[in-house]
Structures are given as structure tokens and as C-alpha cells.
């Protein structure tokens, strides 16, 4: 099985920043895609940022020039940078990876998701 881990959440004024993680682990062939979406109350879960093997990256119109996302293929791991953070980016925070495992089977994973609350 594929298990994906998130860290980095907390508190931070609005303007700070903060730089989100996130472990995959498991008997992973290859990951193809990785994603940051994030969940606020009441609230569906929106797309913040995507990024392909080929580092192809997509944003949400809300975090576009302001977060950045990123991966470190040797060790399956990939990065949210979030600056200049806005009460609005306020949500849990919610890492998704697709590939494939050692028997070539796919596998789409998700993290447990972390908390990133934003201070006026």
C-alpha cells in the first residue's frame, strides 16, 4: 500500500509563510502526479496546486503568484511553499499522489491533511 504523510501546518499571521511536506511511502514504482487541495469549513474541497512528472504545474486562481509547489522524485516527497498567506487560505490542507506500485498496478493516495490557520 501507498501512505502519504503531511507536515508543516500551524499558526501564522496573515503575510507569513509556511512550507507544507509531504512523505509518500510504500512500494511505489513511480509517482506521476502530485496535488495540494485544501478543505475549509463548510466548504468544498478546492484544488490549490498540481504538479506532473514532468513538472508541469497548475494553480488555483486564489494562491497564483503567492504559493509554489515542488517534488523531490528521489525521495517521493513534495512541497507547498505558501507566502503572503491570507486569513482566506485559512482550510486543512490535503496531499494527493497518483502512480503506479511495484506490480504496476495504480494507486491514488491521500493524505490525513493538515491544519494551516491564517491570523488577521
Known amino acids: 500500500q501507498v501512505h502519504l504523510v503531511e507536515s508543516g501546518g500551524g499558526l501564522v499571521q496573515a503575510g507569513g509563510s509556511l512550507r507544507l511536506s509531504c512523505a509518500a511511502s510504500?512500494?511505489?514504482?513511480?509517482?506521476?502526479?502530485m496535488g495540494w487541495y485544501r478543505q475549509a469549513p463548510g466548504k468544498q474541497r478546492e484544488l490549490v496546486a498540481a504538479?506532473?512528472?514532468?513538472?508541469?504545474?497548475n494553480y488555483g486562481d486564489s494562491v497564483k503568484g503567492r504559493f509554489t509547489i515542488s517534488r523531490d522524485n528521489a525521495n517521493n516527497t513534495g512541497y507547498l511553499q505558501m507566502n503572503s498567506l491570507k486569513p482566506e487560505d485559512t482550510a486543512v490542507y490535503y496531499c494527493?499522489?497518483?502512480?503506479?506500485?511495484?506490480?504496476?498496478?495504480?494507486?491514488?493516495?491521500w493524505g490525513q491533511g493538515t491544519l494551516v490557520t491564517v491570523s488577521s
Open positions: 494527493n499522489a497518483r502512480g503506479t506500485v511495484i506490480t504496476y498496478r495504480p494507486f491514488d493516495a
Open positions: 510504500g512500494n511505489i514504482r513511480r509517482i506521476n502526479d
Open positions: 504538479i506532473t512528472s514532468g513538472d508541469t504545474q
